[in-house]
Every structure is written in structure tokens, then in C-alpha cells.
């Protein structure tokens, strides 16, 4: 495969992404006609996987995108904190899912497992499971790594989280000082090979907060596909959250600066 061909592969891979508190409906909506407009001018490149919104603009992106192969992502449960009552993130994640979202993703609970309460902490992302897997949306659990920051603790958090159920493993808000890493990665990866081996299941990758330029993202592939194979290289397994990504990605295969989202 060649540089090229990868390239467009991640394009495919990503969750584009806005989550400030200056979002609005019509910001939202101008970012759903930019994919548009953009895959009619460029129709040899796959569309995102998926726009990625607070939960309350689900439905803008629905009733806008090109097509249902553009997925609605939403965060949820107390984002980007985790802090709150159990019963609320539910509920959250209900609402989030009755706007529209076909993804959600939420945060593991650090107050929990920070202190050693694993068992709350998975407890927790397996009623938000429930909820999801009873609408049939995927569920994306935020490890928060930069706050983890130890191989041992970034494993542990990974193991806990697919056994409770996630979908897919995600290293970071984008909230905290320190977001992805390929250190972090790495051992996330490694961690999903690990419960494959174990359990015959796949959960997917998904690598965000400041992956922002080509090369970042050839070196998450790369990491990726030697971790875990070319099987685990597609959307259905592998991500990106973004918000800048898009413009490098695209201003690297067609080899001239491109400023389009």
C-alpha cells in the first residue's frame, strides 16, 4: 500500500470533531455541509468515519450529513470530567442516543479508579454498555492516559475497560495537558491484542487530542497495524478524534496546502 493510499485510509478513520463551549447549532451544521461539499469535490476519498459532537447536537448532524456512512459521534457521561452521579450519565447517554448518535463515548471513571475501585469504575461503563448495546451504537470508553500516565496503570484501565464491555478503547478527551502518545498507544494496543488472544473478541483503537498533522497520523498506523495486523486497520477498528487533521491529510496527498475544514 502506498504512502498515498494510507493516507486516504486515515481520512477515513476519523471522528471529525468539535467540542468547544461556543458550538451552536448553525457552527454544527457548517461543519456537516463541509463534508458534504467537500466529498462532492473530492469523490475518490473516503467520507470521515464519524462527526463527533455534544450529545445535544446529535440530531443536527443526522438531518444534515451526506449519508448514514457518516456516523453521528457523541460524547457523553458527565464529559469530560466523568464527574457525576451514575443515574445522570445514563441518562445522558439515552438522550444522547434518542437525538441520534450512533456512537457514544464516554469516560472511564477516575474518581473510582484512581482510588482502586476498579469495581465501580466497571461497573459503570457495563450499565452504559446496556444502554448501548440495546440500540445497537458503539461505545467508545476514554482511558484519559495523560492522567494515568504509567504503562501498568494505562493497561490496567485498558483491560478493565473492554472486559466491561467497551467497543472500542479511546487515549484521551483532549481536555488534559497531556492527550495521546504513542507511548500510550503502544500499550493500549498491545493491551487489545492481549484480550483478543484471550477472548476472541476485537475491540478497536481510537487515538485523540492533538493528532493534528500526516506524519502523527502515519505514526498511530504504524503502531497500529505492527501491534495488531492489518485486520484491525479500518474503521470499524481504528480511529482518530480530530478537529485539525483533516486539512494535513488531505494537503499531503494532493502534495499542495489545502485549508478546507
Same mark, same amino acid.
Given at each position: 500500500?502506498?504512502?498515498?493510499?494510507?493516507?486516504?485510509?486515515?481520512?477515513?478513520?476519523?471522528?471529525?470533531?468539535?467540542?468547544?463551549?461556543?458550538?451552536?447549532?448553525?457552527?454544527?451544521?457548517?461543519?456537516?455541509?463541509?463534508?458534504?461539499?467537500?466529498?462532492?469535490?473530492?469523490?475518490?476519498?473516503?467520507?470521515?468515519?464519524?462527526?463527533?459532537?455534544?450529545?445535544?447536537?446529535?440530531?443536527?448532524?443526522?438531518?444534515?450529513?451526506?449519508?448514514?456512512?457518516?456516523?453521528?459521534? #457523541?460524547?457523553?457521561?458527565?464529559?469530560?470530567?466523568?464527574?457525576?452521579?451514575?443515574?445522570?450519565?445514563?441518562?445522558?447517554?439515552?438522550?444522547?442516543?434518542?437525538?441520534?448518535?450512533?456512537?457514544?463515548?464516554?469516560?472511564?471513571?477516575?474518581?473510582?479508579?484512581?482510588?482502586?475501585?476498579?469495581?465501580?469504575?466497571?461497573?459503570?461503563?457495563?450499565?452504559?454498555?446496556?444502554?448501548?448495546?440495546?440500540?445497537?451504537?458503539?461505545?467508545?470508553?476514554?482511558?484519559?492516559?495523560?492522567?494515568?500516565?504509567?504503562?501498568?496503570?494505562?493497561?490496567?484501565?485498558?483491560?478493565?475497560?473492554?472486559?466491561?464491555?467497551?467497543?472500542?478503547?479511546?487515549?484521551?478527551?483532549?481536555?488534559?495537558?497531556?492527550?495521546?502518545?504513542?507511548?500510550?498507544? #503502544?500499550?493500549?494496543?498491545?493491551?487489545?491484542?492481549?484480550?483478543?488472544?484471550?477472548?476472541?473478541?476485537?475491540?478497536?483503537?481510537?487515538?485523540?487530542?492533538?493528532?493534528?498533522?500526516?506524519?502523527?497520523?502515519?505514526?498511530?498506523?504504524?503502531?497500529?497495524?505492527?501491534?495488531?495486523?492489518?485486520?484491525?486497520?479500518?474503521?470499524?477498528?481504528?480511529?482518530?478524534?480530530?478537529?485539525?487533521?483533516?486539512?494535513?491529510?488531505?494537503?499531503?496527498?494532493?502534495?499542495?496546502?489545502?485549508?478546507?475544514?
Amino acid at each position: 500500500m502506498t504512502k498515498t493510499e494510507v493516507l486516504k485510509k486515515c481520512f477515513g478513520f476519523m471522528d471529525l470533531t468539535t467540542l468547544r463551549p461556543e458550538d451552536t447549532v448553525d457552527g454544527v451544521k457548517a461543519l456537516v455541509d463541509k463534508v458534504t461539499e467537500f466529498h462532492k469535490m473530492y469523490p475518490s476519498y473516503p467520507l470521515p468515519a464519524s462527526i463527533c459532537v455534544y450529545p445535544n447536537f446529535a440530531h443536527v448532524v443526522k438531518e444534515n450529513r451526506v449519508s448514514p456512512e457518516l456516523h453521528v459521534t #457523541t460524547v457523553a457521561g458527565c464529559f469530560p470530567s466523568s464527574q457525576s452521579f451514575l443515574e445522570v450519565k445514563k441518562i445522558e447517554v439515552e438522550m444522547a442516543i434518542a437525538d441520534g448518535a450512533d456512537e457514544v463515548d464516554i469516560v472511564l471513571a477516575l474518581n473510582a479508579f484512581l482510588a482502586g475501585d476498579d469495581k465501580t469504575a466497571g461497573e459503570e461503563i457495563s450499565e452504559i454498555k446496556k444502554i448501548c448495546e440495546k440500540h445497537n451504537v458503539v461505545l467508545k470508553v476514554i482511558l484519559e492516559t495523560g492522567i494515568l500516565k504509567t504503562d501498568e496503570l494505562i493497561h490496567r484501565a485498558s483491560m478493565l475497560a473492554m472486559e466491561a464491555g467497551a467497543d472500542f478503547i479511546k487515549t484521551s478527551t483532549g481536555k488534559v495537558s497531556v492527550n495521546a502518545t504513542p507511548e500510550a498507544a #503502544t500499550v493500549m494496543c498491545k493491551a487489545i491484542k492481549e484480550y483478543y488472544e484471550k477472548t476472541g473478541r476485537k475491540v478497536g483503537f481510537k487515538a485523540a487530542g492533538g493528532v493534528s498533522n500526516a506524519d502523527e497520523a502515519l505514526q498511530y498506523y504504524e503502531i497500529g497495524q505492527s501491534i495488531l495486523g492489518d485486520e484491525w486497520m479500518n474503521k470499524e477498528l481504528f480511529r482518530f478524534g480530530v478537529s485539525r487533521l483533516g486539512n494535513s491529510l488531505v494537503s499531503a496527498i494532493e502534495n499542495t496546502e489545502v485549508k478546507f475544514f
